[in-house]
Nanobody
């Protein structure tokens, strides 16, 4: 069983910062890409940032220059540093990882349970 456990959400004022963490645990061979998505009320889930195992990253245009994604492969953990937060960043943030359960085969996508980020104006 593979689990992704998120932490770090909360309530912050506009202009503030938060750091999200997501740790993968369980039995697996390796992790490929890891990322963060978010879903605001009444909206579709959207990609926020993604990082592959080699370290290359991509970001949604709305967060470029404000958010930074990073990962610690030794800890199977991905982080999202969020600075200069805006009310429109308010959403449930979900961790995602493409995980190889075995040496051969294709990776499977796993999701965390979500963590609420609320930015007040």
């Amino acid at each position: 069983q593979v689990q992704l456990v998120e932490s770090g959400g909360g309530l912050v004022q506009a202009g503030g910062s938060l750091r999200l963490s997501c740790a993968a645990s369980g039995s697996f061979f390796s992790i490929d890409a890891m990322g963060w998505y978010r879903q605001a009320p009444g909206k579709q889930r959207e990609l926020v940032a993604r990082i592959i195992s080699g370290g290359s990253t991509n970001y949604a245009d709305s967060v470029k220059g404000r958010f930074t994604i990073s990962r610690d492969n030794a800890k199977n953990t991905v982080y999202l540093q969020m600075n200069s937060l805006k009310p429109e960043d308010t959403a449930v943030y979900y961790c995602n990882a493409d995980i190889y359960r075995r040496f051969l085969g294709s990776p499977s996508a796993y999701w965390g349970q979500g963590t609420q980020v609320t930015v007040s104006s």
